[in-house]
C-alpha cells in the first residue's frame, strides 16, 4: 500500500536537508480507522507542510498546487487541512506562549523598530520593514559570556529558557539560515548553535512564500486578516496545533509581484558581484580611496547587518582576582585595530584597505566559501550609515566600470 505521486513533477524537499519531509496518514477502511502509514512526502510546491489530519472518508489529499496522491487498495486518507490564525488572535497566541517561552518580537521603542522581550502582546508590530538590529543579536549577542574560571574549575553558562523570535520578516529569516550555514561549518561555533537550537523562529509573510529558507513556521497572509500556517519544524507544529490555530479552508492570495531594489537584482548575479569586486582592487582602486575618505570608521554597517559575524575575544578579572571570564564581543573588519596584531603590525593600515575589506569579504569570500553573496539587501547598512554610504550605488558604479571592460560579460 503506497502513495503514487504524479508521473510529472519536480522534487524538492521542503526541509532542505536532502531528505523528503515525512507525512503520516492514518487510513480509514469501510468507514472505521484503522491502520497508519508513514510516507515520505514530495510535492512540486515546497511552500506545503502538512499540519493535521481529519477523519473524512476522502480518496486524496488536496496539496496548495492541487496535486493529488492517490491511494492503492480500498482504503480512504484522511484529509489535510490547513491551520490559520485571525489577525486579531496573534496577541493571545503570544500570550499562550509567554507561559512557555521568553518571546521577542519587532516592537516601536523611540521612533524606531526594535526586537525585544514582549510586554504587552498587542504592541507587536506585524507587518514591517527592518528593524534596527537584526535578528541575529539573540543567537550571536553584542557581548556573551561563554565560560568563567573560578576556584580553578571552568563553568561553563547555563542554558537559556527556550525562546520564541516572532515576527521576522522573510529577508531576516534568509540571513539566520545562511547564517546558520556559515556557523556549522567545521570547525562550528557551538556558542551559537547552542542559541539557536534553544530558538523557534516564526516569520510572518504578506505573500505566499514559495520557497521558504527555512526557520520553523511561516504565517502567510491569506484573503482577509486571516494568517495559514506553513510549518517547517516540529517546533513550528507544536505552535501551529496551539488552540488560537483553527482548521479552516482558505482561499490562498496570490503572490503579488515583487518590489525589488536594484541591490535585490543584483544579489542574483553573485558571481558578477564577486567577479567586479576583485577586479575593482587593482583596476577601479579610486572609488576605494574615496569611500575611504568618506568613511568614518564606526562599525555601524557591520554592527546592523544580519550577515556580519566577527567578534573578538575578552578575558575579564575580577577585582580579587578570584573569576576570570572569557567573553566574546562583537568586533568590526572597518575599525582600525582589527587587524592590527600584537607586534604593532597592522595588515590593513588604511581605511581604504578596511572598507574594501568589508566589500571582499561579502561579496567575494562569502560567495566563493558558501556560494552566495554575505547579503540580503536589507538596506540596514546605507539607512544607519552616518557618512551616506549606499552599498546599492557602490556596487552599481564597480559592476557597471567591470562590465564596460568586460563588454562580453552583460548584467
Not at 502567510?220 to 505552535?239: D, F, P
Not at 575593482?280 to 554597517?301: D, F, Q
Not at 549606499?390 to 568586460?406: C, G, N, R, S, W
Request: hydrophobic share 35%; proline share 7%; aromatic share 10%.
Amino acid at each position: 500500500m503506497r502513495i503514487a505521486p504524479p508521473k510529472v513533477f519536480e522534487t524538492w524537499p521542503i526541509n532542505r536537508s536532502g531528505t523528503p519531509p515525512k507525512l503520516i496518514l492514518s487510513l480509514s477502511k469501510d468507514g472505521a480507522l484503522g491502520e497508519t502509514r508513514t510516507l515520505d512526502l514530495w510535492v512540486r510546491n515546497p511552500v506545503f507542510y502538512p499540519t493535521e489530519l481529519r477523519a473524512h472518508d476522502v480518496k486524496h489529499i488536496l496539496l496548495k498546487n492541487q496535486t493529488k496522491f492517490h491511494l492503492k487498495g480500498k482504503y480512504d486518507i484522511i484529509a489535510v487541512m490547513p491551520r490559520v490564525i485571525s489577525e486579531k488572535d496573534i496577541p493571545d497566541l503570544l500570550t499562550s506562549l509567554k507561559k512557555t517561552y521568553t518571546v521577542f518580537a519587532p516592537i516601536a521603542k523611540n521612533g524606531e523598530l526594535i526586537y525585544g522581550e514582549i510586554a504587552d502582546p498587542t504592541k507587536v508590530v506585524l507587518t514591517h520593514g527592518t528593524t534596527l538590529l537584526p535578528p541575529k543579536i539573540y543567537f550571536l549577542p553584542a557581548n556573551e559570556e561563554l565560560f568563567k574560571v573560578t576556584g580553578g574549575k571552568v563553568q561553563e553558562e547555563k542554558s537559556k529558557k527556550p525562546f520564541v523570535v516572532f515576527g521576522l520578516n522573510i529577508k531576516d529569516l534568509f540571513a539566520i539560515v545562511q547564517l546558520d550555514q556559515i556557523m556549522s561549518k567545521k570547525p562550528a561555533d557551538t556558542f551559537y548553535l547552542k542559541n539557536r537550537e534553544t530558538s523557534t523562529l516564526v516569520a510572518i509573510a504578506e505573500n505566499c512564500v514559495e520557497n521558504p529558507p527555512g526557520g520553523d513556521l511561516i504565517l502567510e497572509k491569506v484573503a482577509g486578516n486571516e494568517y495559514q500556517a506553513t510549518i517547517l519544524s516540529e517546533k513550528g507544529r507544536k505552535i501551529a496545533n496551539l488552540p488560537v490555530f483553527k482548521e479552516k479552508k482558505v482561499s490562498l492570495k496570490k503572490p503579488s509581484p515583487e518590489t525589488r531594489t536594484k541591490l535585490d537584482q543584483m544579489l542574483l548575479d553573485g558571481e558578477l558581484l564577486a567577479r567586479a569586486v576583485e577586479w575593482s582592487r587593482e583596476n577601479y582602486p579610486e572609488i576605494w580611496e574615496r569611500l575611504g575618505k568618506t568613511c568614518l570608521a564606526c562599525g555601524i554597517c557591520t554592527y546592523v547587518c544580519p550577515l556580519c559575524y566577527c567578534t573578538s575575544t575578552e578575558d575579564k578579572i575580577s577585582v580579587d582576582s578570584s573569576v576570570c571570564s572569557r567573553c566574546r564581543v562583537w568586533d568590526a573588519c572597518t575599525l582600525p585595530g582589527f587587524a592590527q596584531v600584537a607586534s604593532g603590525h597592522n595588515f590593513r593600515p588604511t581605511q581604504k584597505d578596511r572598507y574594501f575589506n568589508w566589500f571582499y569579504h561579502k561579496f567575494v569570500r562569502g560567495y566563493k566559501e558558501t556560494g552566495q553573496v554575505l547579503c540580503v539587501a536589507c538596506h540596514r547598512c546605507q539607512k544607519y550609515c552616518p557618512a551616506h554610504i549606499d552599498i546599492e550605488k557602490v556596487l552599481d558604479e564597480v559592476v557597471e566600470k567591470f562590465q564596460k571592460a568586460h563588454p562580453e560579460r552583460k548584467f
